[in-house]
């Protein structure tokens, strides 16, 4: 039987070594309960780093390289010019933490690039999908295989998406999303096959972390992989997941109230598609089933970032057009066919992020590579780790700070048109001549 755990774990780290590849060395000498499917810093005490993992101990064998892996790749170009932006899910993020709220600023970044790499909480918003057709929509674990240099992703348009549906106790909300899916098809000419409802149920229970991160707890993940299993037998490399979220009502309309609590349901997402995505050469998303009627919410006034949760009843439209639009994952070495485009490591230009998230795994591998990290102060999070909690050395490093996405599209304009970042800031540094 698969099972997905969540735990903390501790290693000791003086800040000079503090880089993905230090990090996951000592990692990796852990007796840890299964394969990594998430990593999270959640506090750093002297040398002391504190992280909240998630891991599934399972028979299958994963499709990428482990996260704890590491190819330090020699940037070769930048045409075309990619970046990626990361919103973590499940932090309360003041952008990009509710229903697609982040959708703006993203398009914003992408109309500084030639592709933007964005994760799929920044823009989903249950029936509204508004991502430009340059934003690469792509789950988080791939995001952080891409850039520790284990895959590539090719751009293209999805023909086929898969989706797949949790075994109701109401045959009406299986019809609901039925529904859904048919009105894409009827409407937008999207081809949805395989539909899969799974043998029995797939529980997942929505909690919060010691750290007030969304996390969540699994049952059901076997079955959840064998409909997964048909799908791997079919054409389609998409999926879309929808499985029930249990949350405590009173969280619920706490979260609703806009209350300073993070999305309930982003973090059991994040897991969910992580896991998917880590045994399987899919792209992924996931919506949640519906539980109850009155949980739609319908004739409430909520905060306006979540207004696209309370006009759906199936949240599964805006997940399905953003799979549209994502890029094929593939092996970093993967031949490149006859007018294709395979962006991996060597091409990413820059990685945008809260200034307060950067204990993940992009940050850290960005470090490695050499990948320009822009941080972004307005947006911030419950989170708490910024690159002076982490005692990291920016100088000498290419790590910029900025008060908002309007700054940050307006920094990946400089580096796309090769303009020194720092001729535009004032007093311009001193050149420092080397005397032989």
């Not at 499709?63 to 020699?74: A, E, H, K, P, T």
């Not at 019809?175 to 000419?189: I, K, Y």
């Given at each position: 039987?698969?099972?997905?755990?969540t735990?903390?774990?501790?290693?000791?780290?003086?800040?000079?070594?503090r880089?993905?590849?230090?990090?996951?060395?000592?990692?990796?000498a852990?007796p840890?309960?299964?394969?990594?499917?998430r990593?999270i810093l959640?506090?750093?005490e002297q040398?002391?780093?504190?992280?909240?993992?998630?891991?599934i101990?399972t028979d299958r064998e994963?499709v990428?390289?482990s996260?704890?892996?590491?190819?330090?790749?020699?940037?070769?170009?930048n045409q075309?010019?990619?970046?990626?932006?990361?919103?973590?899910?499940?932090v309360r993020?003041?952008?990009?933490?509710?229903?697609?709220?982040?959708?703006p600023?993203?398009?914003l970044l992408?109309?500084?690039?030639?592709?933007?790499i964005?994760?799929?909480n920044?823009?989903?918003a249950?029936?509204i999908?508004?991502?430009?057709?340059?934003?690469?929509?792509l789950?988080g674990?791939l995001?952080?295989?891409?850039?520790?240099g284990?895959?590539?992703?090719?751009?293209?348009?999805?023909?086929?998406?898969?989706?797949i549906?949790?075994?109701?106790r109401?045959?009406?909300f299986l019809?609901n999303?039925?529904?859904?899916?048919?009105g894409l098809?009827?409407?937008g000419g999207?081809n949805?096959?395989?539909?899969?409802?799974?043998?029995?149920a797939?529980e997942?229970?929505?909690?919060y972390s010691?750290?007030?991160?969304a996390?969540?707890?699994?049952?059901?993940?076997?079955?959840?992989?064998?409909a997964?299993?048909v799908?791997?037998?079919?054409s389609?490399r998409?999926?879309?997941?929808?499985t029930?979220?249990?949350?405590?009502?009173?969280?619920r309309?706490?979260?609703?109230?806009?209350e300073s609590?993070?999305?309930?349901?982003?973090?059991?997402e994040?897991i969910?598609?992580h896991?998917?995505t880590?045994?399987?050469?899919?792209?992924a998303?996931?919506?949640?089933?519906l539980?109850?009627?009155?949980?739609?919410?319908?004739?409430?006034?909520?905060d306006p970032?979540?207004?696209?949760?309370?006009?759906s009843?199936?949240?599964?439209c805006?997940?399905?057009n953003?799979?549209?639009?994502?890029?094929?994952?593939?092996?970093?070495?993967?031949?490149?066919?006859?007018?294709e485009?395979?962006?991996?490591?060597e091409?990413?230009?820059?990685?945008?992020?809260?200034?307060?998230?950067v204990?993940n795994i992009?940050?850290?591998?960005?470090?490695d590579?050499?990948?320009?990290?822009?941080?972004?102060?307005?947006?911030?999070?419950?989170?708490?780790?910024?690159?002076e909690?982490?005692?990291?050395?920016t100088?000498?490093?290419k790590?910029y700070?900025?008060?908002?996405?309007m700054?940050a599209?307006?920094?990946?304009?400089?580096?796309r048109?090769?303009i020194a970042v720092?001729?535009?800031?004032r007093?311009?540094?001193?050149?420092k001549?080397?005397?032989?």
């Amino acid at each position: 039987m698969s099972q997905v755990y969540t735990k903390d774990f501790e290693i000791q780290c003086p800040p000079q070594q503090r880089t993905w590849r230090q990090v996951s060395k000592k990692i990796a000498a852990l007796p840890l309960p299964g394969i990594p499917i998430r990593l999270i810093l959640t506090k750093v005490e002297q040398d002391t780093l504190t992280f909240e993992s998630s891991f599934i101990d399972t028979d299958r064998e994963p499709v990428w390289s482990s996260l704890l892996d590491l190819n330090i790749r020699q940037r070769v170009s930048n045409q075309p010019f990619v970046a990626v932006s990361i919103i973590p899910t499940g932090v309360r993020a003041e952008i990009g933490g509710f229903a697609g709220d982040a959708t703006p600023s993203t398009n914003l970044l992408a109309s500084a690039c030639d592709y933007l790499i964005a994760n799929p909480n920044a823009v989903t918003a249950s029936d509204i999908y508004f991502g430009q057709d340059n934003v690469l929509y792509l789950e988080g674990n791939l995001i952080c295989q891409l850039l520790l240099g284990n895959i590539g992703v090719i751009p293209e348009k999805r023909k086929n998406i898969a989706a797949i549906i949790e075994k109701p106790r109401d045959e009406r909300f299986l019809n609901n999303v039925l529904n859904a899916l048919n009105g894409l098809r009827a409407v937008g000419g999207i081809n949805i096959d395989p539909v899969v409802v799974t043998g029995g149920a797939v529980e997942t229970e929505c909690t919060y972390s010691q750290y007030g991160n969304a996390s969540g707890e699994f049952q059901g993940i076997d079955a959840l992989m064998k409909a997964l299993d048909v799908v791997e037998n079919s054409s389609a490399r998409a999926v879309a997941l929808m499985t029930t979220l249990q949350v405590d009502d009173k969280i619920r309309q706490a979260y609703y109230r806009g209350e300073s609590i993070p999305n309930p349901w982003g973090g059991a997402e994040a897991i969910m598609t992580h896991m998917t995505t880590n045994f399987y050469p899919f792209t992924a998303a996931h919506a949640p089933l519906l539980l109850e009627w009155e949980h739609t919410g319908f004739g409430k006034l909520v905060d306006p970032r979540d207004g696209a949760e309370l006009i759906s009843s199936a949240y599964v439209c805006s997940p399905l057009n953003g799979l549209i639009n994502s890029p094929r994952p593939v092996s970093f070495d993967t031949p490149i066919a006859a007018g294709e485009t395979r962006i991996s490591v060597e091409n990413i230009s820059a990685v945008v992020m809260p200034e307060t998230t950067v204990g993940n795994i992009p940050f850290f591998a960005s470090l490695d590579q050499g990948v320009p990290v822009i941080l972004v102060k307005d947006n911030t999070t419950k989170y708490d780790i910024t690159p002076e909690r982490l005692q990291i050395e920016t100088q000498g490093r290419k790590i910029y700070c900025v008060n908002s996405y309007m700054e940050a599209s307006g920094l990946l304009l400089a580096l796309r048109n090769g303009i020194a970042v720092e001729s535009t800031i004032r007093p311009i540094p001193q050149i420092k001549p080397i005397f032989l």
